[in-house]
């Protein structure tokens, strides 16, 4: 089993920053491509940047430029560097990992979620 702890959010003012991180622990033989996806209220689950194991990152086009995704493969971490925050950037943040099990597995897993609201 592969367990996912992020942390990072909470409450900020238009035009701040707030870094989330999420580790990941347990059965892991490898870890392949790490990805944040964000969910405002009433609306659906959406990428906002992923990050393969070789280092390419991907971005939404409503973050390009503010957003950087960072990950740490000793420490099997992802992280999200968010600046220039805007009130449209609120919403539980979700990590996803594609994990490789010791078993050989290769699975998606998630994160609770953290949330992450931007005051105007």
């Known amino acids: 089993q592969v367990q996912l702890v992020e942390s990072g959010g909470g409450l900020v003012q238009a035009g701040g920053s707030l870094r989330l991180s999420c580790a990941a622990s347990?059965?892991?033989?490898?870890?392949?491509?790490m990805g944040w996806y964000r969910q405002a209220p009433g609306k659906q689950r959406d990428v906002v940047a992923t990050?393969?194991?070789?280092?390419?990152?991907d971005y939404a086009d409503s973050v390009k430029g503010r957003f950087t995704i960072s990950r740490d493969n000793a420490k099997n971490t992802v992280y999200l560097q968010m600046n220039s925050l805007k009130p449209e950037d609120t919403a539980v943040y979700y990590c996803?990992?594609?994990?490789?099990?010791?078993?050989?597995?290769?699975?998606?897993?998630w994160g609770k979620g953290t949330l992450v609201t931007v005051s105007s």
């Open positions: 347990g059965s892991i033989f490898s870890i392949n491509a």
């Open positions: 996803k990992v594609v994990v490789t099990t010791r078993t050989y597995y290769t699975m998606n897993y």
């Open positions: 990050i393969t194991s070789g280092g390419s990152t």
